[in-house]
Each structure stands twice: as C-alpha cells, then as structure tokens.
C-alpha cells in the first residue's frame, strides 16, 4: 500500500509542453515497470491530445474544467477508463481548461498515437473495455459535515467480463469509519480523496491525494475527517498475462 499528499505534491507542479503536471506516484517512463503511476495533468485551454492507446490498464479522473473525450462530455467529477492497447480521445479541452488525474497500476512506456505508422504491430490482445461514466457530484460543505450515514454511490458498475473493474463513491460524515472493498480478485484500487478528508495512519489527507492498493494489501479501512469524507475508489480489472508480464 503506498500513499501521496496532494497538499505535499501540489508545489511540484512543472510545465510539460502545453500542459502542466505534478507527479503523485512515478514518474515519466519509457520503459513500462511494475511500479504504479499516477499523476495530475493539467490542459491548456483548447489543447488536444490526439487519439492514442497506453500499454497499460488506466483510469482517468476529470477533477477541473471541462471538454471532450471522444463524443463524450467531461466535467467535475467524470471517470473515463480504457485497458491497455485501447485506443481513446481525442482529449480536447473547453476554453477552461481541463485537469484530470492518471491513474495506472503500473508504469506505461508512453502513449501511441493511432496515427503512428505500422501501429497494428504495436498492438497485443485486450479485452478493448473502455467506458465513461456520468458526472458526479459533490457535497457542499455543510451538508457533508452534518453528514450521519454512509452512502455508497457506483460510477461505474461492473459488467459481465469486466473482471472486478468498476469506480465506486463513499460518502462518510465526519469521523465515520467503514472498511474499503476487498482488493483480491482485482488488479489493485486507487483511493482518491474527493472532498471532506481522509485519515490514515495518523495521517491528514486532503483532495486530491491518493492511496494505493495492491490485488494483494489487505483492504484499508476509510476514516474521515472532522469535516465528512467523498472518496472515489478506482478498481482495476484481474491482471490478463500481458500486464502479468510487466
């Protein structure tokens, strides 16, 4: 199990060509690793990034902004996921801006455009889910403080195949506590920090910090904080053999 402040990592922030970027677990790759990679991009106003596949399974969070993925519309809170060698996009963003979490279970060797010359060979077999949920919305401040019951709200539900993949809401008022799905029979989860805060470990977590979990971690238990908890969990599917073999 590995964590990230986003309150640490924010002051990290660099340029990454038209986009800025802070980096939560990992860094930028060549070399796909067993490792996890998360991170914040933040797009320009009308950036577009073509459309592309990773060679790992990902999810994606839209957290600020606005724009398109493909047909769809996505704004405040939207989850867009694709397994590896799917291609997906254009990303385009709104006059806004675009801000979104990347979130992957190992570390990608970089996107490949469709439009990359002999870009079949490139591929491997994939199950080609892709989805994008609606969007989610979140508590104001008051109404999550005085908060008394839990509320679990699916994102995206699982689907005959998906192989435990689906994104789930946890709604908690303050100081309540309730365990986080049982991780084995999945290829990991990402808890992400919405609003409200989380506490672990002794710890303080705010939006937009992250907590890992691996297929074989114990399920962590979700405490919020004095102001009432969202927390967004991302399950990954079963691993097939191509990410086995990363």
């Known amino acids: 199990m590995q964590t990230a402040s ?3 990592k924010e002051a990290t922030r660099f340029r990454r060509g038209q986009s800025w970027k802070i980096n939560m677990f990992g860094k930028n790759s060549d070399i796909a690793a067993p490792d996890p990679q998360a991170f914040r991009l933040d797009l320009n106003a009308h950036q577009k990034l073509d459309s592309h596949f990773h060679i790992v399974d990902q999810f994606q969070v839209f957290i600020a902004g606005s724009g398109t993925i493909g047909r769809d519309e996505v704004r405040l809170v939207t989850v867009h996921y694709a397994d590896h060698h799917t291609g997906y996009g254009p990303l385009i963003a709104s006059e806004q801006g675009l801000s979104y979490l990347t979130l992957r279970s ?3 060797a970089g996107l490949v455009y469709l439009t990359t010359p002999n870009v079949r060979e490139k591929l491997k077999p994939t199950k080609r889910r892709h989805r994008t949920s609606g969007a989610v919305a979140l508590s104001i401040e008051p109404v999550l403080r005085n908060r008394t019951e839990l509320t679990v709200d699916t994102v995206i539900e699982e689907q005959p195949g998906d192989d435990g993949m689906n994104c789930k809401v946890f709604r908690l008022g303050p100081t309540m506590a ?3 799905p049982d991780p084995n029979g999945s290829g990991g ?3 992400i920090v919405l609003n409200g805060s989380l506490i672990h470990e002794g710890r303080t977590y705010h939006p937009f ?3 890992f979990v691996r297929f074989d971690d114990p ?3 979700i405490t919020a904080g004095e102001d009432g908890l969202e927390l967004m969990i991302t399950q990954f599917p079963t691993e097939d053999e191509w990410m086995k073999s990363i």
Do not use: F, G
């Open 178 to 180: 309730v365990q986080a």
């Open 209 to 211: 910090s992250l907590i």
């Open 189 to 191: 989860q990402y808890l």
């Open 219 to 221: 399920a962590p238990t």
């Open 6 to 8: 986003y309150t640490e």
């Open 106 to 108: 190992k570390t990608d």
